[in-house]
């Protein structure tokens, strides 16, 4: 069974620049998650959703993230413009629609803003 | 809000000896709880899991019981290998949704 994919797994871009993050899910995973990881902490939820639909996204900095999930299946995460603060692994996660289930992670992409 | 406490690291040990890592939760509702690690340079990979009070989950000679009479779920490994060195996550998902959330993680280095 095919892992969750994202790309590209390192990004260099200077402040003020935008970058988009690309995932593929695990085939059938109707819930999908974009986590942050700063150096040191742990994962934090951006945004989740369930199909194509937004379940959560309070903890996600409107004013510069933006994710879309077209038709339910790969999803993208932009930031506009980057600040310095951005610098963290990005990961995307699948699961499947039922409670009590684990979520599968992706590698990650590394975004450092200089 | 919901959340996971971990015990701060980094953990040294030598190989062999025995394991402990704290994980404490606050949750309402009745959550699943999570262990998930990474190992350097790869994504986070799930190790146990335990859906409800007095659940104990296992693999790779980790175990871990959910108990909600202490709000804890405790990593326990009897023997150590080099190979276990990893950033350790212990993590919930909230009742009715599976929105994930994760401890800060515990660095864990086992030496030869």
Not at chain 1, 49 to 62: A, C, E, R, T, W
Not at chain 2, 83 to 100: H, I, K, P, Q
Request: proline share 4%; glycine share 8%; with cysteine.
């Amino acid at each position: 069974e095919a892992g969750v994919a994202q790309s590209p797994r390192y990004k260099i871009i200077e402040k003020r620049q935008s970058v988009a993050f690309w995932c593929n899910p695990i085939s059938g995973h109707a819930t999908l998650y974009w986590y942050q990881q700063i150096l040191g902490q742990g994962p934090k939820l951006l945004i989740q959703f369930q199909n194509n639909g937004v379940v959560d996204d309070s903890q996600l900095p409107k004013d510069r993230f933006s994710a879309e999930r077209l038709k339910g299946v790969d999803s993208t995460l932009k930031i506009q413009p980057a600040k310095l603060e951005d610098s963290a692994v990005y990961l995307c996660a699948s699961s499947v629609q039922a409670p009590n289930t684990e979520a599968f992670f992706g590698q990650g992409t590394r975004l450092t803003v200089v | 809000g919901d959340s996971v406490t971990q015990m701060e690291g980094p953990v040294t040990l030598s190989e062999e000896a025995f394991l402990t890592i704290n994980c404490t939760y606050t949750a309402t509702g009745y959550p699943s709880l999570f262990w998930y690690v990474q190992y350097p340079g790869e994504g986070l990979q799930l190790l146990l899991k335990a859906t409800k009070a007095d659940d104990k989950g296992s693999n790779k000679g980790f175990e871990a019981t959910y108990r909600k009479e202490t709000t804890s779920f405790h990593l326990e490994k009897g023997s150590v290998q080099v190979s276990d060195s990893a950033v350790y996550f212990c993590a919930l998902t909230r009742w009715g949704n599976n929105d994930m959330r994760f401890g800060a993680g515990t660095r864990l280095t086992v030496k030869p």
